[in-house]
C-alpha cells in the first residue's frame, strides 16, 4: 500500500491486490482513517478493500507481462 498526502490536502492511497490488473485508489481527507488502515493493515486485522470506496485503476498500470498472463489464463 502506498499513501500520498496531495497538494490539495487529501490523502491518496494505493494498492494492488497481486497483478497490476488489480490495482486500487482511493482519496479520503481523513488523517486518523489513513493512519488506523496503516496500523491495521501492518497488523493484518483491516480488511482494506471494505475501509474506503475504492477505484479500479488496474487497466491503466497493467504491464506487458501481466497482459500476456491473463491472455494464457482466458485459453485454460
Same mark, same amino acid.
Given at each position: 500500500?502506498?499513501?500520498?498526502? !496531495?497538494?490539495?490536502?487529501?490523502?491518496?492511497? +494505493?494498492?494492488?491486490?497481486?497483478?497490476?490488473?488489480?490495482?486500487?485508489?482511493?482519496?479520503?481527507?481523513?488523517?486518523?482513517?489513513?493512519?488506523?488502515?496503516?496500523?491495521?493493515?501492518?497488523?493484518?486485522?483491516? +480488511?482494506?478493500?471494505?475501509?474506503?470506496?475504492?477505484?479500479?485503476?488496474?487497466? !491503466?498500470?497493467?504491464?506487458?507481462? +501481466?497482459?500476456?498472463?491473463?491472455?494464457? !489464463?482466458?485459453?485454460?
Amino acid at each position: 500500500m502506498q499513501v500520498w498526502l !496531495r497538494d490539495d490536502n487529501t490523502w491518496q492511497l +494505493d494498492f494492488r491486490d497481486g497483478t497490476a490488473a488489480e490495482h486500487y485508489q482511493a482519496r479520503v481527507i481523513s488523517q486518523e482513517k489513513v493512519t488506523i488502515t496503516l496500523s491495521g493493515r501492518v497488523k493484518r486485522r483491516l +480488511d482494506r478493500k471494505k475501509a474506503f470506496l475504492w477505484n479500479s485503476i488496474g487497466a !491503466r498500470s497493467e504491464t506487458p507481462a +501481466d497482459l500476456a498472463a491473463a491472455r494464457g !489464463r482466458q485459453g485454460e
